[in-house]
């Protein structure tokens, strides 16, 4: 399984921004995904997940009511689409996946990352 995030960027305070993790070479009914983010010097934190057995999903508490974790099974790619951004929320977001398709929020069960993608949020 291949992961590619893509549509980070330089956004202002109240701004908007939508990530997305393209996967390749499997399909993603058979995972949870789960968007990770990690500032410097701080440890990568999960930001949400997503089972695909149940849909269920997850956020942190510092993201509820501003960040929306979707999927588009036709494109095979999960998006988080980030509204009302802080600076706070600067980081490098990462995209990741793990079978069986039980979301966590924990980093250290998901097999399969991709790249990373920066998100920068300042005036």
């Known amino acids: 399984l291949q992961l590619v995030e893509s549509g980070g960027g330089l956004v202002q305070p109240g701004g908007s921004l939508r990530l997305s993790c393209a996967a390749s070479?499997?399909?993603?009914?058979?995972?949870?995904i789960g968007w990770f983010r990690q500032a410097p010097g701080k440890e990568r934190e999960g930001v949400s997940c997503l089972s695909s057995s149940d849909g269920s999903t997850h956020y942190a508490d510092s993201v509820k009511g501003r960040f929306t974790i979707s999927r588009d099974t036709g494109k095979n790619t999960v998006y988080l689409q980030m509204n009302n951004l802080k600076p706070e929320d600067t980081a490098v977001y990462y995209c990741?996946?793990?079978?069986?398709?039980?979301?966590?929020?924990?980093?250290?069960?998901?097999?399969?990352w991709g790249q990373g993608t920066q998100v920068t949020v300042s005036s």
């Open positions: 070479e499997y399909t993603l009914d058979y995972f949870a």
């Open positions: 990741a996946a793990r079978s069986p398709p039980i979301a966590t929020m924990e980093p250290f069960y998901y097999d399969y």
